[in-house]
């Protein structure tokens, strides 16, 4: 069952508002705004990242995506505003980014959300819907939990690979295994091609004897 | 493993294979000396303990131990010299004191070490070895310890040496220099040598010799060559069929007055094949090399097999997805894609 983000309370199904703290969307949007945001997998505004880690990470995520085409995992390196809370703004965040490039395909419902602020050592971690049922909020609250000792150490890049880690072997559990689809042979008889594609002959000369094709001449 | 992995298992695969090779073509270049045709036929050796027929042996007879390294060592009296590294040593005659000594001989005692060359203990053992060959078979073999570089008098009367002749039974006297097995005289009573050719017992002596020969320290040497003796001995008494003891064999001894001749037999007239230290360290090292290569080829085969599964998974996990099933979950808290939950940490 999740909680909310401001008071921590077990929230029931289909509330507009928390029932301890009368907490809604609404109020983070009057702080942060409730225009799209785009995000894309890797955000450093931190600067907390070398070139090399952030090649690293962004393969690690691009081959995340690869097995899980429909699952946006987002990781951003940034200072928390103030007047929000990290649970809060992993809440607004996921409500409100906008997926376009490679993950236009892709619905926030399925994404993912990590963020990570150095400065303030804090990090947070969240889920859209539809994933919400396989990536329970004990299994997150373990996640955030041994997230604690590589971020102290300023392991950035390893934190995130565990995350990825344990979130791909979870998801698996929950998931369907597919194999992508064979290539296409196509038919090697002709009338089967225009079947299939559903096309007409344009003239009748393809197949027509050479007097029929007279015969209409003189016709015209 | 990364590209160096690969590279040190391949170098050490190519470093073990040369060493083999080298080891092997080692075999016909050996650091020995060319024996001569001469130097082979007259080898070994054994010689300058005791003169035949009390006539001092003459150069050529096979009875002078120099010639064991050949272009060496024949002293100028052609009287038995030992050549230790280069420098020629007659050999000295054991004093009245050590024969004395000699004769000093308890029952059931098999070795004579009157000059004390090796601990009690080793005493004890080949003591024990030559009572169970004497108990056991015919034979009972008797060593006569001297020291290196010395020898019999001349005309010493075997009968009387050690007072063997008082043992009688069918007997084998074993005079043994220390530390210089290839000077080894054995002496055999008469009931061996008319059963027994001359020829299986120069055999038999020289392959004592060669097990002896295959150990670098003396007393060593010499607990070989004792182990080896009783062995061939009692392989000796069951190819000429002696199962039991035969009757009036008591009053037979070496030496006896009776008219025993006595069979003097060296190792000679045959090819001695000594090995060399370094052939023998070789052959070891041979042997771990081949194992060496045998497991590394096994620890790299295992690898590539290893490799090449982890290829197949990937090739194989790179054309799969994994899809989740459409879960509708009513909005919470204003949200439409995310409804609460998750969570934060401090660290």
């Known amino acids: ?189 002709e009338e089967q091609i225009l079947d299939a594609v559903k096309l007409d002959r344009l003239r009748e000369g393809v197949g027509v004897e050479e007097s029929e094709i007279l015969d209409k001449k003189e016709e015209w | 493993m990364g590209g160096w992995a690969y590279k040190w298992l391949m170098g050490v695969l190519a470093l073990t294979l040369v060493s083999m090779v080298w080891a092997e073509g080692r075999d016909g270049v050996l650091p020995l000396p060319n024996w001569e045709q001469e130097e082979v036929q007259i080898f070994p050796l054994g010689g300058g303990l005791l003169p035949k027929d009390g006539e001092e042996p003459r150069v050529g007879e096979g009875n002078d131990a120099g010639l064991f390294i050949p272009n060496r060592g024949v002293g100028e009296k052609g009287i038995g010299v030992v050549v230790e590294e280069g420098v020629e040593r007659p050999l000295v005659e054991v004093g009245v004191d050590f024969l004395q000594r000699l004769d000093v001989r308890a029952e059931g005692e098999y070795v004579l070490d009157p000059a004390g060359l090796v601990g009690p203990g080793s005493v004890e053992e080949l003591n024990r070895l030559l009572a169970t060959q004497a108990e056991e078979g015919q034979v009972r073999p008797h060593l006569i310890l001297l020291p290196e570089h010395h020898r019999l008098p001349q005309g010493v009367d075997l009968g009387k040496l050690g007072r063997m002749s008082e043992m009688g039974g069918v007997s084998c006297m074993v005079v043994y220099a220390m530390g210089e097995p290839w000077r080894v005289r054995l002496f055999m009573s008469r009931r061996v040598s008319e059963k027994v050719s001359r020829d299986y017992l120069s055999k038999l002596a020289q392959r004592c010799i060669q097990d002896a020969m295959k150990s670098e320290h003396a007393a060593e040497q010499l607990k070989r060559f004792v182990i080896q003796l009783c062995v061939r001995l009692t392989w000796m008494e069951r190819e000429h069929g002696w199962t039991e003891r035969e009757p009036g064999l008591e009053e037979d001894g070496v030496g006896e007055e009776m008219g025993a001749e006595v069979l003097e037999v060296t190792a000679e007239g045959g090819e001695l094949e000594v090995d060399s230290v370094w052939e023998r360290r070789w052959r070891e090292v041979r042997q771990w090399l081949w194992v060496v290569f045998a497991l590394l080829a096994v620890v790299y085969g295992i690898w590539r097999g290893v490799r090449w599964l982890l290829n197949r998974v990937r090739q194989r996990e790179q054309g799969v997805v994994w899809m989740l099933p459409e879960v509708e979950v009513p909005p919470r808290l204003g949200g439409k894609y995310c409804g609460g939950g998750g969570g934060s940490v401090k660290y």
Request: hydrophobic share 45%; with cysteine; net charge neutral.
């Open chain 1, 1 to 189: 069952m999740m909680r909310c983000p401001r008071c921590q309370a077990r929230l029931q199904a289909a509330l507009e508002l928390c029932g301890n703290c009368d907490f809604c969307l609404d109020e983070v949007d009057v702080l942060l705004g409730n225009d799209p945001v785009r995000l894309g997998r890797l955000t450093d505004r931190a600067h907390c990242l070398r070139l090399m880690d952030s090649r690293r990470l962004e393969e690690g995520l691009e081959v995340f995506a690869r097995k899980f085409p429909q699952i946006f995992v987002g990781v951003y390196f940034g200072q928390l505003p103030s007047g929000v809370s990290m649970s809060e703004l992993t809440f607004w965040l996921l409500n409100r980014v906008y997926l376009d490039g490679d993950e236009r395909g892709r619905r926030n419902e399925f994404a993912v959300v990590l963020v990570v602020d150095p400065v303030g050592k804090t990090v947070g971690l969240n889920v859209g819907y539809a994933l919400e049922k396989v990536l329970v909020q004990r299994f997150l609250e373990a996640v955030l939990l041994e997230l604690r000792t590589p971020l102290w150490h300023a392991e950035y890049v390893e934190a995130v690979e565990m995350v990825l880690s344990k979130l791909e072997r979870r998801l698996k559990k929950g998931a369907q295994r597919v194999v992508l689809g064979q290539e296409f042979s196509p038919p090697e008889v």
